[in-house]
């Protein structure tokens, strides 16, 4: 996984347990897109639902400057210095655009 | 001395949580490296197999124990391999309580299993994409190598 100050936008699936996590670097185009798609969220109302512990628990972007966004389950939770935003994304679509910017074959099927 | 007790506490910090997985959890090993079976013997499984697994983790030095039925040892302590076909293995391991508990990747330690539900026997756990349970394992204190 990148650390804060990597020059690189970079998504990271949070899926095996065993194996280290899937890691890819994200085009800034993509990720001016995945921004875009943040920006038009509505605001989420009570506590985003919890992965299980085993398979996709969701996928999670890495801005340059530490900021991470981190999609699963209808919500998309900002986190940066100054505290943690959480938007509604029912139709999971900043998350299929963000899984959609991994290298072709480094992720199984994922069904959600 | 058998079972490990649950000490979810002493794993579930940062400066253990993120780079110990399923497999350090079990054989209550800290490498801080994200363990692999059959690494630390130079033989790492070759595919996200039942078989290339258990190879590996016998280089390790865990003991096959297919037999165990979920009944734990006299000496060392029961875990559990199971694998998602092609994708990634997972562990579980078997308390003093008798309970099964685990530590999937870099999230914390819990005794729960994908339904919400404690983990009375791995073999029916729900366990989401890791659909194939491959075999009890025995951890003799002291004896295993992993890395």
């Not at chain 2, 033989?43 to 124990?65: F, I, K, Q, R």
Request: hydrophobic content about 40%; aromatic content about 10%.
């Amino acid at each position: 996984m990148a650390t804060s100050g990597s020059p690189e936008w970079t998504a990271r699936a949070l899926l095996f347990s065993g194996r280290p996590d899937p890691t890819w670097p994200v085009p800034k185009s993509a990720a001016t897109e995945v921004h875009a798609l943040w920006a038009a969220l509505d605001p989420w109302s009570g506590a985003p639902s919890a992965a299980p512990p085993l398979g996709y628990r969701g996928c999670i972007l890495r801005a340059p400057d530490g900021r991470e966004w981190m999609a699963f389950g209808g919500a998309v939770t900002l986190t940066t210095p100054e505290g943690v935003e959480v938007r509604s994304d029912v139709e999971r679509a900043l998350e299929r655009r963000l899984l959609n910017t991994a290298p072709p074959n480094l992720l199984p099927p994922l069904e959600f | 001395m058998a079972a490990r007790p649950y000490e979810p506490g002493w794993w579930n910090v940062p400066v253990r949580q993120d780079d110990n997985n399923c497999y350090n959890y079990a054989t209550n090993y800290r490498t801080d490296t994200f363990a692999q079976p059959g690494l630390a013997s130079g033989a790492m499984y070759a595919s996200l197999s039942c078989a290339d697994v258990l190879a590996a983790a016998v280089g390790d030095e865990l003991v096959d124990s297919s037999n165990a039925d979920n009944h734990c040892p006299t000496e060392g302590h029961l875990v559990a391999l199971v694998v998602w076909p092609g994708g990634d293995f997972h562990w579980f391991r078997k308390g003093r309580n008798g309970a099964w508990t685990h530590k999937p990747g870099s999230t914390a330690v819990t005794n729960l299993d994908n339904a919400g539900k404690a983990i009375g026997d791995p073999r029916t756990a729900d366990r989401g994409p890791y659909t194939d349970f491959c075999t009890f394992m025995v951890v003799m204190h002291g004896h295993i190598r992993i890395a």
